[in-house]
């Protein structure tokens, strides 16, 4: 299964954004998905992720601000992000963990006035 991931863009601090992951096939080979990002300079990081029963997870930076959400129907898994600040400025990638572990591209979000 294949993922792709969208949404990114320039927003200003406080902003929202949403990001998306498309699946290629059914989200049920995977026991978890995630997002994960990696800033310039810096080592890549988990952000979020959701389990196939649903239950959500979050990274201490992002508690209280991010949104993960997936819709199995239409096999995309979302990304929520509000009141948006500079740290948040990153390359953004999906993960999809299970017998296999498949990374989608990557999209960029920059936080910037």
């Known amino acids: 299964v294949q993922l792709q991931a969208s949404g990114g863009g320039l927003v200003q601090p406080g902003g929202s954004l949403r990001l998306s992951c498309a699946a290629s096939g059914s989200m049920g080979s995977f026991k978890r998905m995630g997002w994960y990002r990696q800033a310039p300079g810096k080592e890549r990081e988990f952000v979020a992720s959701?389990?196939?029963?649903?239950?959500?997870d979050y990274g201490d930076s992002v508690k209280g601000r991010f949104t993960i959400s997936r819709d199995i129907r239409k096999k995309i898994m979302y990304l929520q992000m509000n009141n948006l600040n500079a740290e948040d400025t990153a390359v953004y990638y999906c993960?999809?963990?299970?017998?296999?572990?498949?990374w989608g591209q990557g999209t960029l979000v920059t936080v910037s006035s």
């Open positions: 959701i389990t196939a029963g649903g239950a959500p």
């Open positions: 993960r999809g963990m299970g017998a296999i572990d498949s």
